[in-house]
T-cell receptor, first 115, second 114 residues
Framework: AQSVAQPEDQVNVAEGNPLTVKCTYS??????LFWYVQYPNRGLQFLLK??????LVKGSYGFEAEFNKSQTSFHLKKPSALVSDSALYFC?????????????FGIGTKLQVIP | NAGVTQTPKFQVLKTGQSMTLQCAQD?????MSWYRQDPGMGLRLIHY???????DQGEVPNGYNVSRSTTEDFPLRLLSAAPSQTSVYFC?????????????FGPGTRLTVL
């Protein structure tokens, strides 16, 4: 069975500092990895995804994520945090082996950017 | 495009009542899913549909029914509401069956069962 772990319930970072939100995964075959963001009282919005190719993926709002196959990780990063980045972030994984693959989400990490 | 829409935004039910959560998308997406979001548990898949007339169970299907009579609509029915079904419910759609496809989420329905 596939799984996603987001080891931190909350990450606090000062505005202007770099941020990292961690994600590790377990899946059969090649992983397809996603990051979504949820602002208060809103649905999830797509940020970025890794399918294949370059291990560094760039997405919306200046976010990027680094795929590390040996460590089975897909950490979300941003060089300089904004207060408006404060939200709940979900990592998700889909397997690539056969048929319609359901998505497995992590439990989410709350990012708090402090002015 | 309106994207994925959900109604109602909020609902309070009494134990044993039934209701239908509505979901519609105007992007002509084949795949639609229902998730529930609970604190500390992330999103869990309830039911999904790979096209009109085809539905299947997710990881937490008990107490819920779905149907997909059109590409656009994917309603979720609570047959006899229980307090354990208090949650935030999200509908999502995906353009196709590829594992690489992005999901588009609705704004959610916050359900409280008393």
């Amino acid at each position: 069975a596939q799984s996603v772990a987001q080891p931190e319930d909350q990450v606090n970072v000062a505005e202007g500092n770099p941020l990292t939100v961690k994600c590790t995964y377990s899946v059969s075959g090649n992983p397809y990895l996603f990051w979504y963001v949820q602002y208060p009282n809103r649905g999830l919005q797509f940020l970025l995804k890794y399918i294949t190719g370059d291990n560094l993926v760039k997405g919306s709002y200046g976010f990027e994520a680094e795929f590390n196959k040996s460590q089975t990780s897909f950490h979300l990063k941003k060089p300089s945090a904004l207060v408006s980045d404060s939200a709940l972030y979900f990592c998700a994984v889909r397997g690539s082996t056969g048929g319609y693959q359901k998505v497995t989400f992590g439990i989410g990490t709350k990012l708090q950017v402090i002015p | 495009n309106a994207g994925v829409t959900q109604t109602p935004k909020f609902q309070v039910l009494k134990t044993g009542q039934s209701m239908t959560l509505q979901c519609a998308q105007d992007m002509n997406h084949e795949y639609m899913s229902w998730y529930r979001q609970d604190p500390g548990m992330g999103l869990r898949l309830i039911h999904y549909s790979v096209g009109a007339g085809i539905t299947d169970q997710g990881e937490v299907p008990n107490g819920y029914n779905v149907s997909r009579s059109t590409t656009e609509d994917f309603p979720l029915r609570l047959l006899s509401a229980a307090p354990s079904q208090t949650s935030v419910y999200f509908c999502a759609s995906t353009i196709g069956q590829l594992s690489t496809d992005t999901q588009y989420f609705g704004p959610g329905t916050r359900l409280t069962v008393l």
